[in-house]
DNA sequence: TCACCGGTTGACATCGATGTCAGCCGCGGC
DNA sequence: GCCGCGGCTGACATCGATGTCAACCGGTGA
């Protein structure tokens, strides 16, 4: 910062004035102190920045999950990459964690807070009892919950519509004839699990299908081809079965192939995540798709507003839009 | 810091002293001051700590790659997983960044750098003219190679042994009784991909497989199917393809099945990555499987050793073993 | 002629740690 | 009785920014 003030031939202060688009300097001198930066390569210290108040522009995510059953969805990075679009505008970095499980998460917040590395946290994967959003609200570290309902305890939510979306589906099939419908799904205690469970018992009960039920599993492929399997013993068998993600989805497909039972004439499929995954799979899948780009950079824009001081609130995100392909028709003789 | 002094009854230096290990306190004080800081759950603010010349406890790692080819493949996050593993220890955090391409890469590194934001970074998916390391030089700020060959600049590798693991692949297939041979690769520019094609060259040589060649992709489903279907419309198709990676193949696999052709018994299809999408298409595949936790584990493992001060140097991760499923077999006829 | 103005300076405090250094206290040995 | 030493204190500088404040300078209007 000297080196940029002897160079424009100006004070310290006059500089700190200048970057910082506060009055006190013209705005001549202002461009000039500008170019000299820029030409230097000068950037602030961070560290200094955090120390005189400013905070650490920088933002937390933790991902809660054992490493093996880490990463097959596409969904993750790219809330990422739309969490970092809108980051990069305001400079803001993001810091990034695994850990095992969700009791390491708190302790990796309280020790990102007390180290004032980071002016807030994206929070995904919301559980039914979650003790994080406690957590945030105790140590007073701005937070928006990715896949939240409501804003309470001074966290932002982004809000993502499950029921609707699932009432779409189970809309959908019920349309095209099907009566024994089985959703399986993904961990019990996540949020959106259960959400779309109630949601789904509602739409049975409104549509009048007593056969519809869902079943939860630990997203992993081994799981979705087990349960889909056993599903196909069934004296009764399902005619039509969504499953909550991507991987869910294929595994049951290949578990349909195994057992020669061909999709969709015999078993309609949906898969509650649109991927390549459902592009690469015999047939294409007919598939819930969402925005997680779109959902990343709102989850971003709600924290730089909390972090501008705003209240807390709870923004919303497109309803997911089922996208038709080859692996539902009718149920057979339906 | 201050409360901890007063609660521990002793001065600040004398708490400065007792955390860092250094002499000038008993072991009894020290271990007060300890248990104390515990209980209040202080740690020290990572700013005042890198202002004061300890550097800024994070490490960077950039991502360049278009948000819409992001993510497929389980790989990356079980890298970052085994980095984090190693990085917990020394209590060092992980800076994430996803850009769109490599300029983007170095401007990043540049700003981290004067902004002292990071005291390391780890560079993926090296490239045959690859202008990070001359940028990261330029800087003197420390970096890994993950998948480097020679560690040059200052830089250390992690060395991966692509040209070996090929030369497994092509053996394994030629015992098989493949003459005819497609290697569907990655991006031409990435070092390994160089190397993979090389490998296989000198292999077809030395086995005189004159019927053996490389074709690149951009690592997208898209154009694994079609440049699979290519393959397949040839007068004289190959028998064996083996893909770059697990996306590639997966969808080798659903073009083969488009053209009802049977795999293994007309093409034997090998992916060179081994993931949970390997078991979920029909038939399984055949796969190398290597091991992305112990590749991040070492990545790290030889950052931290830079950022201690040690000399640049190449490490090694073991040669990707081949696990044989059911996608491959003889050639027809063969 | 003087007060006022915007633009600018230079000196100083602040953030929270580390590092240094002189000096203090009490205890043991010569 | 004095020295030396381990253990500890308290004051101060340092890192690189931000924030504040009194003062100064040249030009304008009353």
Redesign the interface.
């Known amino acids: 910062m000297k080196d940029v003030a002897e160079r424009a031939g100006v004070s310290e202060s006059a500089v700190s004035f200048a970057l910082n688009g506060r009055p006190g300097v013209s705005e001549s001198t202002r461009e000039r102190v500008r170019s000299v930066a820029e030409e230097l390569?000068?950037?602030?210290?961070?560290?200094?920045?955090?120390?005189s108040g400013e905070g650490?522009a920088?933002v937390g995510l933790v991902l809660a999950r054992p490493?093996r059953t880490?990463?097959?969805?596409?969904?993750?990075?790219?809330l990422?990459?739309?969490v970092?679009q809108v980051l990069a505008e305001r400079r803001l970095?993001?810091?990034?964690?695994?850990v095992e499980d969700v009791a390491a998460e708190c302790a990796m917040y309280?020790?990102w807070w007390?180290?004032?590395?980071v002016d807030g946290v994206l929070l995904v994967d919301p559980r039914a009892e979650d003790p994080r959003p406690d957590v945030l609200a105790s140590l007073g570290l701005p937070g928006v919950v990715v896949g939240g309902t409501e804003s309470r305890q001074g966290l932002s939510s982004v809000w993502i519509d499950d029921a609707g979306a699932m009432a779409s589906v189970a809309e959908y099939l019920h349309a095209l004839g099907h009566q024994r419908i089985t959703h399986v799904a993904g961990l019990p205690e996540l949020a959106h699990t259960q959400r779309r469970m109630a949601s789904l018992r509602s739409e049975a009960e409104r549509l009048d299908l007593p056969h519809v039920r869902s079943l939860t599993t630990d997203y992993?492929?081994a799981e979705g081809a087990a349960v889909t399997r056993r599903l196909l013993d069934e004296p009764d068998p399902p005619t039509a079965v969504v499953y909550d993600n991507d991987?869910l989805a294929?595994?049951g497909v290949?578990a349909a192939?195994?057992r020669r039972l061909p999709v969709p004439a015999r078993l309609s499929i949906v898969s509650w995540e649109d991927?390549?995954?459902c592009?690469?799979?015999?047939p294409w899948l007919t598939a819930l798709a969402r925005d997680p780009?779109a959902l990343g950079r709102v989850a971003a824009e709600e924290l730089t507003r909390l972090l501008d001081g705003a209240p807390a609130r709870t923004a919303g995100v497109p309803v997911p839009r089922l996208v038709v392909r080859e692996s539902t028709a009718h149920p057979p003789g339906g």
Chains 1, 2 share one sequence.
């Open positions: 390569g000068w950037r602030p210290s961070t560290a200094a920045r955090a120390l650490a920088t490493a880490l990463g097959v969805e596409p969904f993750f990075l790219q990422v990459s739309g970092q970095g993001l810091l990034f964690q695994v309280e020790h007390a180290e004032h590395r992993s492929d991987v294929a595994a290949a192939a195994e991927s390549v995954l592009r690469m799979v015999h780009l």
